[in-house]
């Protein structure tokens, strides 16, 4: 039987090359397993019993005996990485470079359609960018990486530490929040057409009203101060049409409104206070008895305030009134006349 065995130079090339490779490999496990060796013998010695020659030696090629605390080994470990990562890199990159060409910015929100998991992408950027910053080996970022986004307009801290929004935010389309801000007005308007004012307390079916109205005050000082605001000339001239109160504390304009309802209230505990004399003989309840306990010590508090020569609701008729029963405002057996120890359901606003 004859044989045929034709010469394949592709095929003998191809194994020259795997064994070349293998022996390769071979002596850079060997080599690795000795520059380990080194080291290891450093730890164990120290540096004034190791072998001087050697150690000369060594450190004559820049021979590092920690790479973990001299950071080549991490460098070395990135470089290495970088071809790997940057493929997935580029990936979500370009997600948000056609987003930039489709409507002009990059602002990415967690609800934005058609670009699923960009958001917490261009979190994770800013995160890792951070740690670069920090010099953290773990940190999952290039400098190539960081060219490029910046290049994008890339904005890394879009919230400073003073809670301001940085200029990205500002100039961001806010077509959704002036729809919403028209909304809450309409129904502003509304409460006013049905109350005849725009005091929109936190009750009922009013909550978010509410919020509104106190955060369109708040953008009202910002503006006042020079600062960043919301609020412009237009929606300050359409809550002005409305009679929208921007001081309320100053005006009064909330106690004014409250005022026939407070006083009822008030009269109310004076004389369950009254009957509570004519039971017990004083006019210390303790916190517990219903009602009455917190609103004696609630008494106590604001009067300790008008002496200092604060302004608050305990006016001098109210005062004659608990003095013509014997009320002691600086009773000793008053267990709550610490203001910090007070959590009553009445208050200074209250009251």
Known sequence: MLISCTFSPRVFFSAQLTTMFFLYFKQLKKLGNWVRGQRKSMNKVGREKF???????????????????????????????????????????????????????????????????LYNWIHGQRKEYVKYQKQEPNANMYEEWIKLLNDLGFDWAPMSKGGNFSDMLKKRPSSFFEGKWDSHYKDLCKFHEENGHCYVFRNGDNTTLAGWVHCQRKQKKLLDDGKHSQLNQQRIELLNKIGFDWRPSESGGIERLRSPERNLEWDQLFEKLKEYKEQTGQCSPKKKVPKIGNWVSSQRRLWARNQKGETTTLTEERVAKLQSIGFEFTSANDESASAEDDFSVYSDADC
């Open 51 to 117: 072998d001087p020659h050697r150690l000369a030696k060594l450190e004559a090629i820049g021979f590092d005996w920690n790479p973990l605390a001299s950071g080549t080994y991490t460098a070395k470990k990135r470089l290495d990485l970088f071809p790997r990562v940057n493929s997935k890199w580029m990936e979500w990159y370009n997600k948000l470079k056609g987003f930039k060409e489709t409507h002009g910015h990059i602002i990415v929100g967690p609800t934005t359609k058609n670009y699923p998991g």
